[in-house]
């Protein structure tokens, strides 16, 4: 089972930036597509961007496009994806979950319901 602990979340003025990280470890397949995945107050989870453990690749919800950055670092038993936000807007106001699934050939996703293991999650607020 897969292993997932966010750090780096908190309160932000509008037009502000946060980076967010999140420990990866306990891996059983070769490769994985970890995403950020978030859920504002009364609102379903959605997804916010995704990059393959492997080769890097990366996706993005268009919302995010140019504001966000996801990035990995790779270790010999770990991987940290970090998600850079700048440019922060009141609608990124959220729970920030990391979430990953195997991705042998390098699918990726932004379906939560792709997902099979969580983090605990990360309050981000967006407010002035």
């Known amino acids: 089972q897969v292993q997932l602990v966010e750090s780096g979340g908190g309160s932000v003025q509008p037009g502000g930036s946060l980076t967010l990280s999140c420990a990866a470890s306990?891996?059983?397949?070769?490769?994985?597509?970890i995403g950020w995945i978030r859920q504002a107050p009364g609102k379903e989870r959605e997804g916010v961007s995704c990059i393959h453990s492997g080769d890097g690749l990366t996706y993005y919800r268009d919302s995010v496009k140019g504001r966000f950055t996801i990035s990995r670092d790779k270790a010999e038993n770990t991987v940290t994806v970090y998600l850079q936000m700048s440019s922060l807007q009141v609608e990124d106001t959220a729970i920030y979950y990391c979430?990953?699934?195997?991705?042998?050939?390098?699918?990726?996703?932004?379906?939560?319901?792709?997902?099979?293991?969580w983090g605990q999650g990360i309050q981000v607020i967006v407010s002035s």
């Open positions: 306990g891996f059983t397949a070769e490769h994985y597509a």
């Open positions: 979430a990953a699934r195997p991705s042998l050939w390098g699918e990726l996703t932004l379906t939560p319901a792709d997902f099979t293991s």
